[in-house]
């Protein structure tokens, strides 16, 4: 379990279902003790990952900084992929503040609305995340 705290409310992510043997990892986000939304970590090959953000309001970077450790440190990926409907400006601006680069277009991708490719290397992020890591790992245990 990791926690922090943005405007005084504390966030906490709970590694809800992990299995070596299935190349998924869901973990839930709550505030106050309430569930509010989940990361899923997906399509793991090795050296990349997908992440799939449900809720509102649950990206902020506290949040996002120990998802990234995650997917970059114990994972060990070189990157992490993402998939944003192209209408959906709010998680684009929030992915591309967070250090996501547009990397493409599926057409169509859900139904008849297209979606926008997303990715973060490693080494595009790790200047933010590892300057706080001995307090994701001390929040870890």
């Given at each position: 379990?990791m926690s922090?705290s943005?405007?005084g409310r504390?966030e906490t992510?709970?590694?809800a279902a992990?299995?070596?043997s299935?190349?998924?990892?869901a973990?839930?986000?709550?505030?106050?003790?309430e569930?509010?939304?989940?990361?899923?970590?997906?399509?793991y090959?090795?050296?990349?990952?997908s992440l799939?953000?449900?809720?509102?309001?649950v990206?902020?970077?506290?949040v996002f900084?120990?998802?990234?450790f995650?997917a970059f440190d114990?994972l060990?990926c070189e990157?992490v992929?993402?998939t944003v409907?192209v209408?959906?400006?709010?998680?684009?601006?929030?992915a591309e503040?967070?250090?996501?680069?547009?990397?493409?277009?599926?057409?169509?991708?859900?139904?008849d609305?297209?979606a926008v490719i997303?990715?973060l290397?490693?080494e595009?992020?790790?200047?933010?995340?590892?300057h706080?890591?001995?307090?994701i790992r001390?929040?870890?245990?």
């Amino acid at each position: 379990m990791m926690s922090g705290s943005q405007n005084g409310r504390r966030e906490t992510l709970v590694f809800a279902a992990w299995e070596r043997s299935t190349p998924f990892v869901a973990v839930g986000v709550t505030r106050d003790k309430e569930l509010i939304g989940a990361a899923i970590f997906n399509n793991y090959d090795g050296s990349d990952v997908s992440l799939t953000v449900v809720g509102r309001g649950v990206m902020f970077r506290g949040v996002f900084r120990a998802l990234a450790f995650y997917a970059f440190d114990q994972l060990m990926c070189e990157r992490v992929s993402a998939t944003v409907r192209v209408e959906n400006v709010r998680m684009l601006n929030i992915a591309e503040r967070l250090g996501f680069k547009r990397e493409g277009l599926i057409r169509k991708k859900y139904g008849d609305a297209d979606a926008v490719i997303l990715g973060l290397l490693k080494e595009e992020c790790k200047k933010w995340i590892w300057h706080n890591e001995r307090s994701i790992r001390a929040n870890a245990s």
